[in-house]
């Protein structure tokens, strides 16, 4: 498969037997705290996606903690870039982030 907004080519395991859905989990390093609401609120959006500013109003946290946090998620390939922006409160232009369609697949529908 492609994720729709990267591009990047993944294999699906087999997603229903329980034993591929372990391996999925296992393979994927694990996801706690933050990473893993902002994991779970972009899940929620998929395929769509947020800016940093909209993650932080809807789960409550500082930007500041945010960015870090989606960064980390880009290295674990699991965010990416949409492609599209939306304007912040200020009127800037922000990034939308989502999920990839590989972290999506292989991780949110195994759980």
Request: hydrophobic fraction near 30%.
């Amino acid at each position: 498969m492609k994720c729709p907004h990267c591009g990047e080519e993944f294999a699906l395991s087999q997603l229903h037997s329980e034993t591929s859905k372990a391996a999925g989990r296992r393979a994927i390093p694990n996801m706690t705290g933050q990473r893993k609401r902002i994991r779970n609120l972009l899940a929620e959006r998929y395929p769509g996606g947020l800016t940093d500013e909209e993650i932080a109003v809807r789960l409550d946290m500082s930007p500041n903690s945010v960015r870090p946090r989606r960064v980390e998620l880009m290295r674990m390939s699991a965010v990416c870039d949409s492609g599209l922006t939306r304007k912040t409160d200020s009127g800037s232009k922000a990034v939308v982030w989502c999920l990839t369609g590989r972290e999506y697949y292989t991780r949110v529908c195994t759980e």
